[in-house]
């Protein structure tokens, strides 16, 4: 068995295409331009404006002056709470090392995202990877702490050699099993792998989502693997769009980073 640490991997984000958004602003007959720092940032204030006509005053009668910047123009997103806009921006993630209690948890969440998980039945489990809870981490008796962290171990190590077993006596490495067969037998004998198994799944969803989120999964009432996982999120969804994530109110709980946001589920 080994130990490993959750892991986070910003792989993907919003893309736009600068020729094309310029010819429809010339199509509208709308010159204009944004300080947005990020294509996010940049393709959700178009779509704000998109719905009045709030590129320049009088472009659109009734609007006889615009919010000028994309910071004061996403605030006032956030404030009205026309969160519906923020769908436009999404990002990808993998998180890689979490346990199969996370992947369980994270894919309750279903508007807006999307997701690929490892498959044990294709992979199969010869060597167990897993991360220790920190809560045992913080035992203050060491005997206790050290007497858990042995329990642990021994258990991952006989779950592991238990796989070994399995596979060596239904002759899993042998040439004379179709990979059918051999699908079969390994889905079957995930079941005998504990929950903290370290595997891995990628996430797409947009700024509404990671917004909503953030704030559920970092919360004190959360799991703390999935409130690291979280804390790690936000971090570089912040770095990356401050505008977008520009509400956050952040206090450390136990050690991790608990953020909510000052205009809730926009
Ligand atoms: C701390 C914590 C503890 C939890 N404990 C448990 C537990 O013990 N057992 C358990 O089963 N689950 C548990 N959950 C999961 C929880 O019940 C939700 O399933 C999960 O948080 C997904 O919620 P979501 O708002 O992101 O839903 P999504 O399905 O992603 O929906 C997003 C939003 O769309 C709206 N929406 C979606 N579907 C509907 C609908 N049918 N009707 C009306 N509005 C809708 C809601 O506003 C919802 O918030 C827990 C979650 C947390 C954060």
New binding site residues.
Partial sequence: MQFVRPEIFHVAATYVDQEEMEQYLQALEAPWSTDAANTAEQLIEVAGRLCYRSFKPGLNKNVSKVREGNQPYLTNILNSKHGSVLEHGSDSYIFFNVSRVFTH?VV????G?SYSQESLRYVRLDELRCSYPRVFERIEDEKKREHIKNLWIKHFESCEALQLELAQTLDLDLDNKTFEEKKKLTSAMRRLAPMGLATSILMTANHRVWR??IQ??T?R??EEEIRMVFAQVFEEQKKCYPNIYQDAILQEVDGIPEIIFKNEKV
């Fill in positions: 948890e309750r969440h279903r508007a995202c909503h989120l559920l999964r919360s009432y959360a």
